[in-house]
């Protein structure tokens, strides 16, 4: 019961607990969680993550030397709102920088507002193809999640026609634009391309267009609600027979959502799985799972990002002995760091990273392959 | 017309005319615009979810949803609904506010996270010469047999009767010694435990989050709007046209088309024809 | 502070435009970020493709007029035809709005999808949260002060009528949907306004701004502040936004406490925070009564008075299966009192409802003149001449009686720029000054008085009152006397007959009573089961057989 009063309460204590720690926190550092809209549900698992990197990074000394103490605020709200919030720990609470887990509009707004002056790390799946002064990105771009993934999966599964079905909005659109030059290369074919309004719920008629394409392949760019909707209905159709699917937002609530009964052959691609076997993500998860208790809010690629975050903003900041703008952005290409995801690199302002495979279809991810150093094809620069 | 797409029409429209048939009798009955009907469609679908939570077996998802949904209802019609009869658009924003509260409890209850419920039927069986899902089969049955039985108890039944004299004259029902307080909070609570019932038929095909309610909202709304408020065969009709526009243009053209059609579909009824198609045969 | 309230006070005036129209006229807008919307993207694209002020400027103006225009043009064709404000209307917009919303996420090219258009500098080149922050206070007090200012204006008491009686106002001759259609045109150009600062002050323009959701909050605003109150709009959203930032972080019950505090002024307090501090306000500083005395200097009546023969010719009126009125043809005089007689059931009042388009005929033709009248919208009745007073006392219960007379002395008279001249609510004709000034008449004394507490016979002599204050040369009064007691009903007849004399027009009075029957009517006209049965002289009727015998009850 109260699950939520109950977080908020244990990672407030958590945080409280910090500041007696870090007495001298000096730094301050504006975290961006949506804590409600449709982006609600990642809340709580973005506002831990956050809080253990802080812990972590304040243990190993903070950034330049000074202690950091994070501010959060919701901006599970329209792009006005979320802008208002930032600015408030901005301008009113003195934040230096800003780590972000939210949607594209409200980056969009966030990057005319900070417009250079503050350092910003964009950290979600995103669609790529944003550049802006201070602005860094951690998120899984449609390039990295697809271009080592389809080939392998076209070879394992022996499948070469896709059909490809999302919300009617940017992030599907662009990743589809992408996927069909992989899908081209692996040999395969694309059978079909659909987009349906985010307001819909109801996927009888694209299941039956699936059905007649003959697709052995579904690449899935449906978000949240819609995404567990599609699949119950994918597999109560049999579809799962038929076909493979693979999403590139299917994470662990997704799943959980989707039920073991409707996973069979549903494949997820991301940077970040709970399940992923290596020392470093097992202590990530040992350490997140210890301080927040055992039935803390599931991990997650979208919650676990903004431990990427500020993981990555310290390693910047330090790297450029400060956090302004212009040393930062001078001092990034190239940048190298380690995290739970495995070894990352700074490359055209975007991470190039670890890619995971995971098949979903007992219910829960198990790691099917990995593809390491995968960069975006994104290419900011000064 | 493909097998396929019949039996896609037969489901939509027989889960919409059994969640709208909820919103039809609260506004039909009480003249109450009830926005947190799709809410209640929420609550029976977390039914199954409340039903293992406390260690039931699962034969009593029935019986736990329609309890959960009366009482709700219930303590919602005593306390805030009971107010609003007579005041259709001060109807329409308190329950719109009921609604943002029932997501929210629930929400404090259950958290963000999606539920999931397994259908007690699952595989597909092969009806009219395709594979269909055998759950979906079933239910599109039992919500036509259940109709049939409602549409003949609501002409038979005294207490269909005396809702309809309530509602035409309140004043005149009180004197010849209808409790009308009850009927009103009968006919409320009967209502949202249809919209409970949906949630719990719809629930292993859904997903299932505190926010799912807004989405049956709407196209029951845009339903009872273009069938005609307040009668039976206006209802049916009106899911018919709705779930009929958005699946055959979703199935011919796309979702988003479908989507637009049916919107549009209804300002035209709102403003051409505002009491619906059923009414010009009255 | 200012980084801040800027939003705020932008949301606020769209509140505002919310406000005027759901306070004043009852219509409900839950699309209302339709026209903030567009006027946002219209504004994103404007300001990104060229900087230039005075150009933007231009196209703001432009923009603001084609907006309204387009609202106007939307409510004028759904309200058109209609005596209700009811939810049907509300709901056509909350379509439009979801329609806008996807229209916007989905077309891209122009919208930039759900990403939306950023990428521009506020309307010339001032910072967001220095110089266009005085732009918006600017704009919030213009607004507020125009909405003061309209409040004290014949236009707004206009306004309120048609929602406190809508059929009394198509009688006295307003066009109903017009005014209607006007109110929802203002609210919306409002909420362009705010959409188009919005987007100058945001510089992001996104299809939330276009959406269901913020046009629910918007309303929300307005409810808790308070929608009577020009500032009541803005004091919600002030108050609910800056709340909603200090305590969405830290307190986890915060939309909860929205929800209930939303239903709570639903339920107890219609007026918001705003009734609420003006209640406070006025304990402190009572309101005081202020007396305008009025002139009799008026503007002629625009209709034509020229005196022309009314005819029914073979009339027929059925409504479902009931035939009403089956072949009633009868030609009335140019000039004196005719009864209509006849038992209940027999198609009287019908028969009035047919001369002011109240019902349309099946059958047949009202002639006036040479002209057909039958069948058109009721409001075009004054403009022929025809005033009407009706059965139940139909007047405006939540005005004044002195409000109650500006009304009626506005029917027939009333020019576009009198709706902007305070002067016009002091307008008092001759012949309702006759009436006022007749002692025994029960109105003087009561002026300030709202109607709703007026006892019945009151209400008679008020309503027709309003009917002679246009000067109507066709009177159709519908059981003046009813209710009334023994002295009342003798003037009420005596003014009838003073004033047929007077302008020696045609009135029309449904009457059951025999002896006043007998008192005023220079013809009797005898209607049974909808035909005509007698058309004939008092004393003549009296001695018609046919009518003997329906009086004497039998059915013929």
Known sequence: MLKKTINLLSSTAFVIALGAISASAETKIGVLVPDSGPGGLFGPSTRNSAALAAKQINASGGINGEQIELLFADVGVPPAEAAQAALRLWKGQGAEAFVGMHDSAVREALIGRFNGQVPYVYTPVYEGNSCADGLYITGETPSQQLEPVIPFLAEKEGVSKWYLIGHDYNWPRDTNALAKGYIDDSGGEVVGEEYVPLTVSEFDSSLQRIKESGADAVLITLVGGGSVGFNISFAGFGLDEQAIRLGTLIEENTLAGIGADNANRLYSSSGYFSSIQTDAAASFATDYYTAFGSDAPALNGLGQSAYEGLILLAALANKAGSLDVAAMDAAAEGTTWSTPRGDNTMIGRHMAQTIYLADGSSGAFSVVASFDSVPSSEACSN | MSPVLLLNLAWQISTLALIALGLAIVFGKLRIMNMAHGEFVMIGAYAPVITSMLGLPGWLQLPVCLITVAFVAFVLERTIVRHLYGRMFDSLLATWGIAILLREIVELIFGRSYQSVSPPLSGTINVIGVDYPAYRIAVIIGIFLGFIGFSWWNTRSKMATRIKAMVGNPELAEAIGLNTARLSAGAFVFGCCTAGLAGLILAPTVRIEPMMGLDYLIRSFFALVVGGLGSLEGLGIGVSIIAGTQTFLGAVSSQTYGYLAVLTLSILFLWLKPNGIHSSSR | ?556
């Open chain 3, 1 to 556: 502070m200012a980084y801040q309230i800027g939003l705020y006070l932008i949301y606020g005036i769209a509140a505002q435009g919310i406000g005027y129209l759901w306070g004043k006229t009852g219509v409900l807008p839950l699309g209302q970020s339709l026209f903030f919307g567009i006027a946002a993207y219209v504004t994103a694209i404007t300001l990104r493709a060229d900087g230039n002020l005075f150009l933007n400027l231009g196209l703001a103006t432009i923009g603001l007029t084609l907006i309204s225009g387009l609202a106007f043009l939307l409510a004028t064709l759904v309200f058109r035809g209609r005596n209700e404000s009811g939810p049907y209307f509300s709901l056509i917009t909350l379509a439009l709005v979801m329609i806008a919303e996807q229209v916007a996420g989905t077309a891209s090219s122009l919208t930039g999808g759900f990403n939306g258009i950023s990428g521009f500098n506020s309307l010339g080149n001032l910072d967001p949260f220095g110089g266009f922050y005085y732009v918006i206070v600017a704009a919030t007090v213009t607004v507020s002060l125009l909405l003061f200012i309209l409040n004290r204006l014949p236009i707004n008491l206009i306004v309120k009528s048609v929602m406190d009686n809508e059929p009394r106002m198509q009688l006295l001759g307003f066009r109903t949907h017009v005014i209607k259609g006007a109110a929802f045109a203002f609210s919306a150009m409002i909420a362009a306004l705010a959409g188009g600062l919005f987007a100058s002050h945001q510089g992001i323009v996104t299809p939330t701004s276009a959406g269901f959701a913020l046009s629910a909050e918007m309303v929300i605003l307005t409810a808790v502040g308070g929608r009577f109150h020009v500032l009541g709009p803005l004091i919600g959203a002030v108050i609910v936004g800056w709340a909603s930032a200090e305590l969405r972080d830290s307190f986890p019950y915060w939309e909860l406490l929205m929800a209930v505090v939303f239903i709570l002024v639903i339920l107890k307090s219609p007026g918001g925070i705003a009734e609420l501090l003006e209640t406070a306000f006025r304990w402190v500083w009572p309101k005081e009564a202020k007396h305008v005395p009025p002139s009799v200097l008026v503007p002629k009546i625009q209709f034509n008075k020229q005196k022309k023969p009314l005819r029914f010719e073979d009339v027929k009126l059925q409504i479902g299966v009931v035939q009403i009125l089956n072949k009633v043809s009868f030609e009335a005089p140019l000039t004196g009192i005719i009864s209509i007689i006849g038992p209940n059931g027999a198609g009287k009042t019908s028969a009035l409802n047919t001369i002011t388009g109240n019902l349309n005929v099946t059958g047949g033709r009202i002639m006036l003149g040479e002209s057909r009248i039958d069948s058109r919208p009721p409001h075009r009745a004054l403009a022929n001449g025809i005033g009407r007073k009706l059965q139940v006392p139909s007047v405006f219960f939540s005005l004044s009686i002195s409000e109650n007379l500006a009304i009626a002395m506005m029917a027939g008279r009333l020019r576009l720029a009198d709706l902007f001249k305070p002067a016009t609510y002091q307008w008092r004709s001759k012949s309702l000054f006759d009436i006022l000034s007749n002692p025994s008449v029960p109105l003087n004394e009561e002026l300030t008085e709202p109607v709703k507490h007026l006892p019945q016979g009151h209400r008679q002599f008020l309503e027709y009152a309003m009917t002679v204050a246009a000067e109507p040369s066709v009177l159709l009064l519908d059981e003046p006397c009813a209710g009334l007691s023994p002295d009342e009903t003798t003037l009420m007849t005596e003014l009838v007959k003073t004033y047929q004399s007077e302008t020696s027009g045609l009135v029309i009075v449904i009457e059951h009573d025999m002896s006043i029957v007998e008192a005023i009517s220079d013809k009797v006209l005898v209607l049974h089961l909808g035909q005509v049965l007698a058309f004939d002289d008092y004393d003549k009727v009296r001695l018609n057989t046919d009518v003997q015998a329906v009086y004497a009850g039998g059915t013929k």
